[in-house]
T-cell receptor, first 114, second 117 residues
Framework: NAGVTQTPKFQVLKTGQSMTLQCAQD?????MYWYRQDPGMGLRLIYY???????DKGEVPNGYNVSRLNKREFSLRLESAAPSQTSVYFC?????????????FGDGTRLSIL | AQKITQTQPGMFVQEKEAVTLDCTYD???????LFWYKQPSSGEMIFLIY??????QNATEGRYSLNFQKARKSANLVISASQLGDSAMYFC??????????????FGSGTRLSIRP
């Protein structure tokens, strides 16, 4: 039961470098989400994809881009990393078909920007 | 616009006591859902309980219940007979949208619950 798999688990970047965080789910879910969680704080929505082929901005999209590669995969790209993007990034998925179904989360990617 | 507010940054509770974690929300959509998640120090997100805006009764799941007051736009989580393992961050989340629509889900800032032995 893999569920939602995020890679990598840890990453250190220098300011200005680019990086793509990968997320894949094996539950045949329609909807996928990217959140960031800063220390001691809640999750803030970066982007989400309601279904394959669609993406929408969340609460904090600036500095990020996403790609819904197929139904399974949803990637998050930092084009020019900044120290303010140091955070733990969570990918989540849900069926999108019934509103009472909870999200399933990956284990997170701890990203540090120096 | 959607908004979720958790006004208690941290709480200390004696073991075996009941505890209420507050959550208020704001939405103009008559159809929405509210979720509570637990995040232990290990970092994973654990789903606890769900309440739909049209549900007639308050949701319950074991020791967890939801005090849903629709007119006041509040959805407080009640944990009965707290245990040491309940020490964690707790997040309230909201999804807008109808039955078949997928929409964004936003989270509150969380409450850190600490259970004292």
């Amino acid at each position: 039961n893999a569920g939602v798999t995020q890679t990598p688990k840890f990453q250190v970047l220098k300011t200005g470098q680019s990086m793509t965080l990968q997320c894949a789910q094996d539950m045949n879910h329609n909807s996928m989400y990217w959140y960031r969680q800063d220390p001691g704080m809640g999750l803030r929505l970066i982007y989400y994809s309601a279904s394959e082929g669609t993406t929408d901005k969340g609460e904090v999209p600036n500095g990020y881009n996403v790609s819904r590669l197929n139904k399974r995969e949803f990637s998050l790209r930092l084009e020019s990393a900044a120290p303010s993007q140091t955070s733990v990034y969570f990918c989540a998925s849900s069926t999108g078909e019934r509103k009472n179904q909870p999200q399933h989360f990956g284990d997170g990617t701890r990203l540090s920007i120096l | 616009a959607q908004k979720i507010t958790q006004t208690q940054p941290g709480m200390f509770v004696q073991e075996k006591e009941a505890v209420t974690l507050d959550c208020t929300y704001d939405t103009s959509d008559p159809s929405y859902g509210l979720f509570w998640y637990k995040q232990p120090s290990s970092g994973e997100m654990i789903f606890l309980i769900y309440q739909g805006s049209y549900d007639q009764q308050n949701a319950t799941e074991g020791r967890y219940s939801l005090n849903f007051q629709k007119a006041r736009k509040s959805a407080n989580l009640v944990i009965s007979a707290s245990q040491l393992g309940d020490s964690a961050m707790y997040f309230c989340a909201m999804r807008e949208g109808g039955y078949s629509s997928a929409s964004k889900i936003i989270f509150g800032s969380g409450t850190r619950l600490s259970i004292r032995p």
